[in-house]
């Protein structure tokens, strides 16, 4: 029984680690897939959001000055405050009235935490630098959601490193705190970003992306401090926030089944435990694969047999789900990883429009 809870363990730690990284993707992702059509985008909501949310997404950062110890020279604070600048709602105009696209000039020096998002920065906006004279209409829109989504992850880090010494409870811009989180999320610092969703949820307590930040890192801070502790009220408070996500439209009901199976996984670790609680949900909600797809993946590391059998139950009630096919043929390739989540928990299309 120990060695089959280790397994479980190994295999929700990679599970949780996966929706960490997909979580961070779609954090950035979901903002600005085809800002003309937002044909691609995904979301839940059922209401617009209101004008004044949208812009904490959208809208430039005020200036934040670099503290004196860090040495950071004139040209590299300007260019900090011009990326943090960019107003993402610029980049839907065209043609452009002029180049919203700051570049570093004789900025050399960067932080570390900072080189690498700063690089993939100016890469992906290069094409937005060349004159309006050089770029169509097509070549604009097809450019910029790669751009826009640079310039998000490159704004958060830089008010992250900014703001890294300031008191949480004392900030009062959502603007600060949505780019810590996004940062802190990024940099996998649970404890830090718990406390800056928090603080963010007090400002605007309807902001689902904060909802989504907090439950997931209780989630990580319970899966450590509250393991094999199923009545730490750690796991009280991870499943309350998933409730609000889920009366709030930030997930659908199938995502909130699976995060409720990773929960109750996190929360008990015990083989026999997850297969009653996966039975219960099979139960509940008898179309669906889900639950026969998370007893296949507790199952497959002792007895890939059991859980190719119990995978195929799991295409006979969703035959639909790319997800469970996808796996199907990863266990015929023998791929030794081949089960996944699949949240798309993400933001609502109104923001960028």
Not at 253 to 273: A, F, G, M, T, Y
Not at 323 to 336: A, F, L, V, Y
């Amino acid at each position: 029984m120990r060695k089959e809870r280790k397994i479980l363990w190994t295999c929700l730690s990679i599970a949780i680690l996966g929706i960490v990284v997909f979580f961070a993707f779609r954090f950035y992702k979901a903002n600005f897939l085809d800002p003309k059509t937002g044909s691609q985008l995904q979301g839940s909501a059922d209401s617009l959001l209101s004008e004044k949310t949208k812009r904490i997404y959208q809208s430039s950062r005020t200036p934040i000055l670099p503290k004196k110890e860090d040495h950071i020279p004139q040209v590299c604070a300007d260019y900090f405050s011009a990326v943090r600048g960019i107003d993402l709602k610029v980049l839907k105009i065209y043609p452009p009235k002029s180049v919203p696209i700051p570049r570093p000039d004789q900025c050399k020096d960067l932080p570390k935490s900072l080189v690498e998002l700063n690089k993939h920065y100016l890469e992906a906006c290069a094409v937005l630098t060349k004159s309006s004279e050089e770029l169509t209409e097509k070549i604009w829109f097809a450019s910029v959601p790669p751009c826009a989504t640079a310039v998000f992850h490159f704004r958060a880090e830089l008010t992250q490193f900014l703001t890294r010494e300031m008191s949480i409870e004392d900030l009062e811009d959502p603007k600060i705190l949505l780019d810590k989180m996004m940062a802190t999320m990024s940099d996998k610092d649970y404890r830090t970003n718990l406390a800056v969703a928090s603080r963010l949820l007090e400002l605007e307590p309807s902001l689902v992306p904060a909802i989504q930040s907090q439950v997931l890192s209780r989630l990580m801070l319970a899966q450590t401090e509250a393991r094999g502790n199923p009545n730490d009220p750690k796991w009280t408070e991870v499943e309350q926030g998933l409730q609000k996500l889920a009366e709030l439209g930030g997930a659908n009901s199938k995502q909130v089944l699976e995060w409720q199976l990773l929960i109750s996984i996190s929360r008990n670790p015990d083989p026999e435990e997850v297969r009653r609680y996966a039975e219960r949900m099979a139960a509940q909600y008898p179309e669906w694969g889900l639950p026969y797809y998370y007893q296949a993946w507790m199952l497959y590391p002792k007895d890939s047999t059991g859980a190719k059998k119990m995978l195929e139950q799991a295409h006979q009630k969703d035959p639909e789900d790319l997800r469970i096919k996808e796996t199907m043929e990863k266990m015929n390739r023998k791929d030794p990883s081949p089960f996944r989540n699949d949240f798309t928990v993400s933001f609502p299309k109104e923001i960028f429009e």
